[in-house]
């Protein structure tokens, strides 16, 4: 079993399959912010909500160029099915005997209706430019979690400000919504210059 990584850690190295059948490993994204969540099961209560909470706010983590990777025992199969039922854009890894949970931490004994048993510990890591831990959350509860993790992504650490290429796609988007909304008020003078006339 793995010892518990906290915050200035450096982050365990993993290459896991995607839902695809590609594999996804830590150091693909050096000098970005990846937030790691591990969960149980796919299409459960709490894993299906955790999951469209990351999913709605996807563009806010897109603004300042973090990564989202889910990760789970679940089979690509089972992994694809969820993704492609809820929408979501990030991908989701298979660890299938639990290796890369267990080197965070996330693979702990849990008990239900007083059995015992060992399974996945709803856990989440920033993880920071440089490969380190940058914050960790464990035993999560899910309302209101990601809202946490991005105030302290947005908070956290150099890395996780935007890049220069998530400032231009919010800088384009900014202008489109001035100039609709300029549209907007435009539009809206002209009628009531009309109606004045009448």
């Not at 979501?88 to 048993?117: C, I, N, T």
Request: with cysteine.
């Amino acid at each position: 079993m793995g010892g518990l990584v906290s915050a200035g850690d450096k982050a365990p190295a993993f290459a896991l399959p995607t839902a695809d059948g590609s594999i996804v490993r830590l150091k693909d994204f050096a000098g970005r912010p990846v937030v790691v969540y591990f969960y149980p099961k796919d299409n459960t209560s709490g894993c299906t909500q955790q999951a469209c909470d990351f999913r709605d706010a996807a563009p806010r983590f897109a603004d300042i160029d973090a990564v989202v990777l889910g990760i789970s025992p679940d089979s690509a199969s089972s992994h694809a099915k969820f993704a492609a039922k809820f929408g979501l854009p990030f991908q989701l890894l298979v660890d299938a005997d639990h290796e890369v949970a267990e080197k965070y931490g996330a693979w702990a004994e849990k008990s239900m209706y007083g059995r015992k048993y060992f399974g996945i510990e709803r856990s989440t890591f920033v993880i920071d430019g440089a490969g380190r831990i940058a914050a960790a959350w464990r035993k999560v509860k899910v309302p209101g979690h990601v809202a946490e993790v991005l105030a302290t992504l947005k908070g956290a650490s150099p890395a996780a400000k935007p890049t220069a290429k998530a400032a231009s796609r919010r800088s384009a988007r900014d202008g489109a919504a001035k100039a609709s909304g300029a549209a907007a008020k435009k539009k809206a003078s002209r009628g009531k210059q009309g109606a004045r006339r009448k």
